[in-house]
């Protein structure tokens, strides 16, 4: 481990003040640096390879039990705490999707508005109608709540907000108050 720290910082500093401040001799680390890999080491690094293009390749989705099941169909003879060991060597962890989640509750006992659009989404003119949605992102910290308005007209966004709660006040009226700033209401 100490002939790995001079070797890595040989660059920076003389590898006789490295030895002499970490007490080695020279000639040994010469003698370190200079002797073969094993073939242990060799079958390592040549193992890393195809587990690295076989991550990458899944969209870094696959873990220990999928690269070994590719490994071992390529013809590896190379088991799953092995594979796991050289992941966690090389800094690779599998990319876990998120399960779906509902957000949307449709049985429910509240007024429901009429369908005053009917799927028409072509408007004549500016300002006549505007649609708002809103957006559910999961963060670390929660969910927020990303609030937009737009104009059927040029399709263009007249009004956003983003919130941490759901409340009328943050997400619609405050998507409204924006709206009506940004386009002016024609009759």
């Not at 509750?105 to 505007?130: G, T």
């Not at 108050?177 to 002016?184: F, G, L, P, V």
Request: include cysteine.
């Amino acid at each position: 481990m100490k002939y790995e720290f001079i070797k890595n910082n040989e660059s920076i500093f003389p590898i006789e003040k490295i030895c002499q401040v970490l007490k080695l001799s020279s000639s040994g680390y010469y003698k370190w640096k200079n002797r073969p890999s094993s073939k242990r080491l060799l079958l390592k690094e040549k193992t890393k390879k195809p587990i690295t293009s076989i991550y990458f390749s899944s969209k870094q989705r696959y873990g220990s039990p999928r690269i070994t099941f590719e490994l071992n169909s390529l013809g590896y003879k190379i088991s799953r705490i092995t594979v796991a060991k050289y992941m966690k060597e090389l800094g690779l962890r599998s990319k876990l999707s998120n399960k779906f989640k509902v957000t949307t509750n449709s049985k429910h006992n509240y007024l429901v508005v009429e369908n005053v659009l009917d799927r028409n989404f072509i408007v004549e003119k500016p300002a006549q109608v505007w649609v708002s949605d809103i957006t559910y992102i999961q963060t670390k910290e929660g969910f927020l709540y990303l609030t937009t308005m737009i104009d059927l007209y040029d399709r263009k966004i007249i009004g956003w907000s983003l919130s941490s709660g759901m409340s009328t006040e943050e997400t619609s009226l405050a998507v409204w108050k924006m709206a009506i700033k940004n386009r002016k209401i024609i009759d």
